[in-house]
T-cell receptor, first 115, second 109 residues
Framework: GAGVSQSPSNKVTEKGKDVELRCDPI?????LYWYRQRLGQGLEFLIY????????KSGLPSDRFSAERTGESVSTLTIQRTQQEDSAVYLC?????????????FGPGTRLTVT | GQNIDQPTEMTATEGAIVQINCTYQ??????LFWYQQHAGEAPTFLSY??LDGLEEKGRFSSFLSRSKGYSYLLLKELQMKDSASYLC??????????WGAGTKLIIKP
């Protein structure tokens, strides 16, 4: 079946504007993760969803960041009042379940540039 | 705090062998993953270790020593396509994946 998809692939926005990033996980995967990766750096965990449980928001860097997920399907990551420091690639991953040896399957990412 | 250490960059020759090390200090341990990430692409899964020892998978092998908080990824018969970043990640006691910054591997002909 199809892998994890993300849209848009690239987004250029002006400082102060809001952006919404979308992730479609692999069908049947109950766990969904959002990461941020700045140029040349490792993955920074943002948030994860597991089924209908309350999401783990411990990685969100500020209250400008929020995410939602409808059931076990699409998720959206919203960044309000974007800042230049938000420029990065935002990666979404899904796995059969959170924790355990379930590998994470990553989408191609959304490259966000805040001017 | 939780910490994953990997070398920033390594260089190796096509056809040779390279070992990429990873040391970790985490709150608990429920397994260690290695992922490969080509420039501009998403990470892809390579291996998972939860018990001590060596796991071999084709040209790639991954080793774990839980008592030493240490793992390595061994790549044999290097090919140019192996040029990529290799990410070490540890599943902590809360089953949260803690990621290292990655090791950029450069393969020279």
């Amino acid at each position: 079946g199809a892998g994890v998809s993300q849209s848009p692939s690239n987004k250029v926005t002006e400082k102060g504007k809001d952006v919404e990033l979308r992730c479609d996980p692999i069908s049947g995967h109950t766990a969904l993760y959002w990461y941020r990766q700045r140029l040349g750096q490792g993955l920074e965990f943002l948030i994860y969803f597991q089924g209908n449980s309350a999401p783990d928001k411990s990685g969100l860097p500020s209250d400008r960041f929020s995410a939602e997920r409808t059931g076990e399907s699409v998720s959206t990551l919203t960044i309000q009042r974007t800042q230049q420091e938000d420029s990065a690639v935002y990666l979404c991953a899904s796995s059969l379940e959170a924790g355990g040896p379930s590998e994470q399957y990553f989408g191609p990412g959304t490259r966000l540039t805040v001017t | 705090g939780q910490n994953i250490d990997q070398p920033t960059e390594m260089t190796a020759t096509e056809g040779a062998i390279v070992q990429i090390n990873c040391t970790y200090q985490t709150s608990g341990f429920n397994g260690l993953f290695w992922y490969q990430q080509h420039a501009g692409e998403a990470p892809t899964f390579l291996s998972y270790n939860v018990l001590d020892g060596l796991e071999e998978k084709g040209r790639f092998s991954s080793f774990l020593s839980r008592s030493k908080g240490y793992s390595y990824l061994l790549l044999k018969e290097l090919q140019m396509k192996d040029s990529a970043s290799y990410l070490c990640a540890v599943l902590d006691s809360n089953y949260q994946l803690i990621w290292g910054a990655g090791t950029k591997l450069i393969i020279k002909p």
